[in-house]
């Protein structure tokens, strides 16, 4: 059985920092590209970032590049999402998910599991 479980969620302040890690089990963790999502109440769940099988290649949505970064410890089936900067507009149930693929894709279609999410709240 997959599960996916993230962690890491919190209230911030705008301009602070959160780590998100999410730990993988029941799969072959190094045979999946890994990635980040979230959902904002009433809006669609939209990509944030993935990272390829081997760490080797990562993929970001343009509104958090140069804010946000994604890594992986495939010796913990962990992957981590480190949040800097923290807007308002950040604020969002974060979830991470696994994509049976070599590459980091975009789109939640593509994906084959996912977590239950944490959820990340930015105040002004």
């Known amino acids: 059985q997959v599960q996916l479980v993230e962690s890491g969620g919190g209230l911030v302040q705008a301009g602070d920092s959160l780590r998100l890690s999410c730990a993988a089990s029941?799969?072959?963790?190094?045979?999946?590209?890994m990635g980040w999502f979230r959902q904002a109440p009433g809006k669609e769940r939209e990509f944030v970032g993935a990272?390829?099988?081997?760490?080797?290649?990562?993929a970001y949505a343009d509104s958090v590049k140069g804010r946000f970064t994604i890594s992986r410890d495939n010796a913990k089936k962990t992957i981590y999402l480190q949040m800097n900067s923290l807007k308002p507009e950040d604020t969002a149930v974060y979830y991470c998910?696994?994509?049976?693929?070599?590459?980091?894709?975009?789109?939640?279609?593509?994906?084959?599991?996912w977590g239950q999410g944490t959820q990340v709240t930015v105040s002004s």
């Open positions: 990272i390829s099988r081997s760490a080797l290649s990562t």
């Open positions: 998910a696994a994509d049976r693929k070599l590459v980091p894709r975009t789109s939640v279609e593509e994906y084959d599991y």
């Open positions: 029941g799969l072959t963790f190094t045979m999946y590209a």
